[in-house]
T-cell receptor, first 113, second 112 residues
């Protein structure tokens, strides 16, 4: 299995809702990432997990809360988001956290009303 | 902070024409990666270059890493409609090899 899966594909939520994005990989990768991508812009790194521990938090607002329950799963919990948080949220994984190619999932298209 | 710029921002070519995108980093990179993102899709890894002056080829695609390891290029020979998409270069941020900084991207449109 050489793919990263993400659910849901699309999500519409209000500013008072709580929702979660899920990401899964079964490639034995030990590094997992969350990126945010706005239209016509490059992906922006949000979080990096290495061996299930949070190693990088790019000063992301606390309304985004990552979680890595095990080496195959990565969640992003969302609470009290703002309309400007609407974007494509991409999960990626790599063999390790040191300069390896990253495999991206198809993303979750999030709309905050 | 570290910046990775790409030019052009957008390129429209006739099928069969060549295409080149250039990537420039404000700092020296230990390596450079290239990704392709089709419209409505997600980034897909193409290649990684590590050595100064390195040149790699993948069929019609030629990738080059500059001698100073601050710039890179991707050249596509005889474009096809399947080449449509945004091409991003990406390099590690400073000493943090697990943090990729993506370039601004070049959107390639190919007219049949």
């Amino acid at each position: 299995d050489t793919e990263v899966t993400q659910t849901p594909k699309h999500l519409v939520m209000g500013m008072t809702n709580k929702k979660s994005l899920k990401c899964e990989q079964h490639m034995g990768h030990r590094a997992m990432y969350w990126y945010k991508q706005k239209a016509k812009k490059p992906p922006e790194l949000m979080f990096v997990y290495s061996y299930e521990k949070l190693s990088i938090n790019e000063s992301v607002p606390s309304r985004f809360s990552p979680e890595c329950p095990n080496s195959s799963l990565l969640n992003l919990h969302l609470h009290a988001l703002q309309p400007e948080d609407s974007a494509l949220y991409l999960c990626a994984s790599s063999l390790s956290a040191t300069s390896h190619e990253q495999f991206f999932g198809p993303g979750t298209r999030l709309t905050v009303l | 902070g570290q910046q990775v710029m790409q030019i052009p921002q957008y390129q429209h070519v006739q099928e069969g024409e060549d295409f080149t995108t250039y990537c420039n980093s404000s700092t020296t990179l230990s390596n450079i990666q290239w990704y392709k993102q089709r419209p409505g899709g997600h980034p897909v890894f193409l290649i990684q270059l590590v050595k100064s002056g390195e040149v790699k080829k993948q069929k019609r695609l030629t990738f080059q890493f500059g001698e100073a390891k601050k710039n890179s290029s991707l050249h596509i020979t005889a474009t096809q409609t399947t080449d449509v998409g945004t091409y991003f270069c990406a390099g590690p941020a400073g000493g943090a090899t697990n943090k990729l900084i993506f370039g601004t991207g070049t959107l390639l449109a190919v007219q049949p």
